[in-house]
């Protein structure tokens, strides 16, 4: 999804980072995953983008993810098309990137476009699971 969002939005950069989460504690049900080498993270993703030489981004966090050392964030368990979108939006609703005009003239549609596929995206990826569902 990231690769098609280079294509889409060229102008901005989305990245996906995990830093080790020293505070969250298991509360859910069953065993805890860290008995069997996994630990907790918090990820985040980040929308970025460089207005009038100042580097712009909006974030979506989520703590309590787990993941053994090495193992790649993947899809952050189903959440990277709903961490993305919120990172795009927090970047073009943020008061840097709304106040220049001409950015926001020739590149807000540029991200406007990214927040549509990735919309769509999710859109198109509860259904196929919908579908799965009804075809057990």
């Known amino acids: 999804m990231i690769d098609k969002l ?7 950069v989305f990245s996906v980072s995990r830093e080790i989460d020293e505070l969250h504690v298991w509360d859910g049900d069953g065993p805890d995953p860290t008995d069997d080498g996994f630990d907790p993270f918090e990820v985040t993703v980040t929308a970025r983008c460089v207005v009038g030489g100042e ?5 979506a966090y989520m ?12 899809d952050v368990g ?4 709903q961490m993305l979108e919120e990172a795009a939006s927090e970047l073009g609703n943020s008061h840097q990137f709304l106040a220049i005009s001409t ?3 020739s590149h807000h549609g540029e991200l406007q ?14 259904l196929d699971r919908y579908q799965a569902q009804v075809n057990k």
């Open 55 to 59: 580097i712009i981004e909006g974030n």
């Open 113 to 126: 476009n990214a927040i549509g596929f990735i919309k769509r995206e999710m859109k198109r990826e509860m």
């Open 6 to 12: 280079k294509e889409i939005a060229p102008n901005f």
């Open 103 to 105: 950015w926001r003239t």
């Open 63 to 74: 703590g309590g993810s787990y993941f053994k050392f090495g193992e790649p964030c993947g």
């Open 78 to 81: 189903g959440y990277l098309p």
